[in-house]
Every structure is written in structure tokens, then in C-alpha cells.
């Protein structure tokens, strides 16, 4: 039994019904904080294990595979899930500041932990239909997080997030019992095993296009993408943070997961699909968010062109570009929360998030300018930042198969992404403020630090990967490694050879 | 029994799909969960619907004699089944806020969140 898989999910789950209980009080925001450093104290633990031993999987109640429920955690999941608590970290420290009591005796941080470990669980589990309810349990408690609060604008942007995401929840099962009942098997492991050997490929492909498409909902690609930027402006700036940094990565995830373990049956088919998709993602996103004039808007639209580059990772499905694709998921995990949190401090000191109707903030608060400026220079790929190095592997992956126009489309979105993010800095930052108002730092009192410091973390994280990426790089090649060749990934679970 | 089965699933799915096109938030919400129980009933089809059995090992044995139900369809159905509730459960109540903000479930006159430019 390896307590260490399971330590990483049960530590929030804890942490939650200890901060539900201590909801009336102070103690339990800095519960929420002080559950979630443990939470990522194991994470690194697990990752530390998996460094060492290879794969981990471990079968819950001991029920061997494919028949128990079965946790595993190769690279790409280590990764996964050590970045989940970093983020958890940080952004918890932020609601100490930015979520209002009254929230918060609603229930804020209980919510935000389940949805840690709905997160955790699903880079985890090794199971198809685990990974249902782990979504399920995620799905859930960000309807809960969305509408907290209560305001026309979030019940408006919710009705929009739920019905899709129940949509594609939908698809996702159907696809589970067509797969079930061809294989009869829900165990990726398993699945990874027969699924290529299946003789009916058309069958195959049918599945696999549904599985795309319940994924793709959730990863937020074109053209399933109308309820990210309908509902991720309208909650309160911690959760629209934690939702642009990890609710669409998992669908991504899971992209990654299932089109490199299970369906590889026919990638001149389903990769080719899958990079059209990726290059349509990129370039809509950065189009729309051109047009947008609201802070949180451009950043939603920004997440969607995004995804479009870890996509065009998979799609190329080569050593090099899936390692640029897992780079690119921890780079914009980093950086997407960042940026989120900018905008809650840019709110908070110049009062709105409409960029016509603030300005100023680089004269009256330098130091907020330079804490935007790492995060947005880096999702828009200048060196030395971490999105340089991410875009640089991408776009030498596809000139490496000589996918000319793919590389195109990924330095024409980067220029794009920087003319968007010269908006922001020009409206937010660069102009005076329309009611000539000074938007200092002072004005967020005792909420300064606790706002700041989070940033300031997740910029030097940026700074660190953008200034020391070979550690980091040598991991997502180890983690392109397992996907490539899931073998490992079969025995470590199955306990068997090929 | 499989073929009743079968068409059933089928006719829910159109019935539903009819539904949830519509732009009435309370047909769309219904078309959910009719949606949610064909899916339901289709993973109960697809674990063969071979035998009543139980699944029980006699005392002695280390394996069923006589060929048995498929447990973990099952057991699938009744976890999908919760969680579906749940979900719509939440969506009823969130389907009964928008209307009490906006006084109208028809999807196309909710535009808070995304304004029109010229409501702007």
C-alpha cells in the first residue's frame, strides 16, 4: 500500500472539513494555507518517489489490477500534481486577502480544497471511470466556487459553465460505456494493452473522436471553447486564478493521457485532427482576445490560445514536442495564475477591471508594473522567461516534421499574444487613471503582502524555469519518454509484461 | 432484450437532444437528465445483459458455477446515478436563481456576463 499516492488526495480532503468546521473563524483561512503547504509537502515527497523508483502505482484496498481501483503516478502526473500544490499554495495565501468573511463562511475554502483534490485525483488515478468522478468532484465544487457570492453576473456566467461542462460530462461517460463494452475493461493500463490491438480500428476511432471532443470541452479547444470566456471573468479573483491555472489543464491532461496510452491506434487520423484543432485554438483565442477590452476577458481568451500550443504538443506527437507540450502545461499553469492575480490587485487599487475605465498603475505602483511584466512577457515568449523556452521547443518540434505553417501559426499568436498583453500595459499601466485617481499599493492596507506575496512567488517561479530550464526541460523529456513508450506505464500498473 | 434496449437509449438520446436545443433553460435542464439516464441505461447495456444471477461464489468454490450478472456495470450505474443527481440538483436550483435575477429562462436574453456592444 503506498501511502504517498494516496497522501496527496486525502490531505486536502482533511483540510477541508477542518476548514469548513473552522469557518466562523480567522484560524480557518490560515487552515486552508496550512493544509495545502502540507498537501504540497506530499506532493514532493511523491514526486521524489517516483524520481527514484520509476513509476509508481499502487492498488487501493489491494484489489489487483485491472480489477481494484488503481492510483499511479508516472512523470508527467508527478509533475502534475507537484504543480497543483504550488498553485494551491499560493493562491490560498492570496484568499487570505482577497476573499471577504462572508464568503468565506459560506464555505469558500472548503470548496477550494475539494477542488484541489478533485485536481490531484484525476492526474492520479488510473482508471477511466475514476476519472469521471474525479471530474465529477472538480466539476462540482467549481459550480460551487463560481456562484459564491451570488451576484446576477456569476449566475449569468454559470448557467453558461454548467450547462456545457454537463454536456461534455455527458459525452465523456457515453464514451466510457462504448469503450467498456468493447474492451471490457475500464483500467488505462488495461485499456493501453488492448486498445491498439483491436481489430475493428473504425470502432476505435469513433471512441476515440468522442473521448476528443468530452476533453476538449474541458481543455477548452476550438471550437468548444464559448463557456470559458462567458463565465472565468465573473467570480472573485482567487477563483478565477485557480480555475485558469488548472481546470483546463486537466482536460488537457487527459487529452495527453488517453492519446498517447490508449488511443494510438491511428495517429495519421486522430493527431492530424488534433492539430488542426490545436492551430485553430491558438489562433482564435489570441483573436478574440484582441477584441476584448476587460482585464480578466483578454486573460480568459489568452488561456484558450494557449491550450492550442499544448495541443499542437500532442498532435505533433514526436519525443521533443510532447516534452514541449508537459513544459508548456507547467510554464502557463504558473504564469496564467499569475496574471489572474494581477488583475485582483489591478481591481483592487485602481477600481474595476474595465481597461478603459483604469490607468495609472505604472506611475503610482512600480512595483505591481514590474510583477505584471514577468507573467506577461513570458505567456508571450520573450527570453529569458519560461514561455521563450516553451515556444522554442514547439515551434522547433513542428519545423523538425516540417510542419511549416504549425510553426507559423505558434510565432504569429506570440506576436499577437504581445500586442494584447501592449493593451493591458498601455490601458492599465501606461495611461493616467480617467478620474485621476493614484492607484498605490497603499490603498489594499493590510491586505498588501498578503496579496503581493503570491505573485512575487509564481513571478520568481517563471524567473527560475526562464533562467535555469535545463532541470525542468530534462524532466518533461523523461515524462515525454514514459508517455512515448507506455510499456512502463502497462507493467508498473498490471505487474506484467507485454 | 439487448434490441429493446437499444432503441429505448436511442429514443431518449433524440428526445433529449430535442430538448436541450431549445433555448428555454427549463427544457434545456429536462433534456439533461433525460440525457443523463440513457446514458446510464447504455453503460447497464453494454456489461451484456446475459443472466439475473447474482454474482455469489458458493461456500467452497473459488469461482460463480453457473454464469452470473455483471456486477460492475452496475455498480458504475449507481455512482453515475448519485453524481447525476447531484449535478442536477444544483443545476435546478441555479436554473431558479438566474430566473429570479433576470426574470426569463430564455437563454438568448441572459447577456449579463457577455453584453452586447450596443447594450454597453
Known amino acids: ?498 | 432484450m439487448e434490441a429493446v434496449l437499444a432503441i429505448t437509449i436511442g429514443a431518449l438520446f433524440a428526445a433529449s437532444v430535442y430538448l436541450m436545443l431549445d433555448r428555454n433553460l427549463m427544457r434545456f435542464l429536462f433534456g439533461l437528465t433525460l440525457i443523463t439516464n440513457a446514458v446510464n441505461l447504455s453503460i447497464f447495456s453494454v456489461g451484456r445483459l446475459k443472466s439475473n444471477i447474482p454474482p455469489l461464489i458458493p461456500e467452497g468454490e473459488r469461482a460463480p458455477i453457473e454464469p452470473v450478472a455483471n456486477a460492475l456495470p452496475q455498480a458504475l450505474v449507481l455512482t453515475a446515478i448519485v453524481i447525476g443527481f447531484g449535478l442536477f440538483a444544483f443545476a435546478l436550483i441555479l436554473t431558479l436563481r438566474a430566473y429570479t435575477s433576470f426574470g426569463t429562462l430564455q437563454t438568448d436574453e441572459i447577456r449579463l456576463a457577455e453584453p452586447r456592444k450596443d447594450d454597453a
Open chain 1, 1 to 498: 500500500m503506498s501511502w504517498y499516492l494516496s497522501m496527496p488526495l486525502i490531505v486536502p480532503f482533511a483540510t477541508a472539513i477542518i476548514s469548513y468546521l473552522l469557518r466562523d473563524r480567522a484560524v480557518g483561512r490560515w487552515s486552508s494555507v496550512l493544509g495545502s503547504v502540507v498537501a504540497l509537502g506530499f506532493a514532493l515527497l511523491l514526486m521524489a518517489q517516483v524520481l527514484q523508483n520509476g513509476i509508481v502505482a499502487g492498488q487501493m484496498g489491494n484489489w489487483p489490477a485491472p480489477f481494484g481501483i488503481t492510483l499511479v503516478a508516472d512523470y508527467l502526473s508527478a509533475i502534475m500534481v507537484v504543480i497543483t500544490g504550488i498553485v494551491g499554495v499560493t493562491i490560498a495565501i492570496y484568499a487570505t486577502g482577497d476573499i471577504a468573511p462572508k464568503l468565506e463562511q459560506l464555505g469558500f475554502h472548503a470548496m477550494f480544497q475539494i477542488l484541489l483534490a478533485g485536481v490531484t485525483g484525476a492526474f492520479l488515478t488510473g482508471d477511466l471511470f475514476n476519472l469521471y468522478v474525479w471530474f465529477e468532484v472538480m466539476l462540482i465544487s467549481s459550480f460551487g466556487l463560481l456562484v459564491l457570492g451570488g451576484k446576477p453576473v456569476q449566475i449569468d456566467g454559470a448557467v453558461k459553465y454548467v450547462a456545457l461542462n454537463l454536456v461534455s460530462t455527458v459525452l465523456f461517460l457515453t464514451a466510457i460505456a462504448i469503450l467498456y463494452g468493447m474492451t471490457g475493461s475500464l483500467n488505462l493500463a488495461d485499456l493501453g494493452r488492448i486498445v491498439p490491438n483491436m481489430d475493428d480500428t473504425g470502432l476505435v476511432t469513433v471512441v476515440a473522436m468522442l473521448f476528443m471532443i468530452a476533453f476538449g470541452v474541458k481543455a477548452a479547444v476550438f471550437p468548444l471553447f464559448f463557456w470559458l470566456p462567458a463565465s472565468y471573468h465573473t467570480p472573485t479573483f482567487s477563483v478565477s486564478a485557480l480555475f485558469a491555472a488548472l481546470l483546463t489543464k486537466v482536460g488537457v491532461y487527459a487529452l495527453i493521457r488517453m492519446f498517447t496510452l490508449v488511443f494510438t491506434h491511428d495517429i495519421a487520423f486522430t493527431h492530424t485532427i488534433l492539430l488542426w484543432v490545436a492551430c485553430l485554438t491558438m489562433v482564435t483565442g489570441v483573436v478574440g482576445a484582441a477584441a476584448q477590452t476587460d482585464f480578466r476577458k483578454v486573460l480568459s481568451f489568452h488561456i484558450i490560445s494557449q491550450i492550442g500550443y499544448m495541443v499542437l504538443g500532442l498532435a505533433l506527437y514526436t519525443p521533443l514536442a510532447i516534452a514541449g507540450a508537459v513544459f508548456y502545461l507547467v510554464h502557463h499553469i504558473i504564469v496564467k495564475a499569475n496574471l489572474f492575480l494581477v488583475s485582483g490587485v489591478a481591481e483592487r487599487t485602481a477600481g474595476s477591471t474595465d481597461l478603459y475605465k483604469i490607468g495609472g498603475l505604472y506611475s503610482s505602483a512600480p512595483l505591481l508594473a514590474a510583477l505584471f511584466v514577468v507573467p506577461a512577457f513570458s505567456l508571450a515568449g520573450f527570453p529569458p522567461l519560461s514561455g521563450f523556452w516553451a515556444k522554442y521547443v514547439l515551434v522547433k518540434a513542428s519545423l523538425d516534421l516540417q510542419f511549416w505553417w504549425a510553426a507559423f501559426a505558434a510565432l504569429a499568436v506570440g506576436l499577437l499574444t504581445i500586442f494584447s498583453m501592449t493593451k493591458i500595459w498601455g490601458e492599465a499601466f501606461w495611461k493616467p487613471h480617467p478620474d485621476r485617481v493614484e492607484p498605490t499599493l497603499d490603498l489594499l492596507g493590510w491586505r498588501k503582502w498578503r496579496l503581493l506575496t503570491p505573485i512575487a512567488i509564481l513571478a520568481a517561479g517563471t524567473l527560475i524555469i526562464g533562467l535555469f530550464p535545463a532541470p525542468f526541460f530534462a524532466l518533461a523529456e523523461t515524462a515525454a519518454g514514459q508517455l512515448l513508450s507506455p510499456e512502463a506505464y502497462i507493467e508498473a500498473v498490471l505487474g506484467v509484461t507485454q
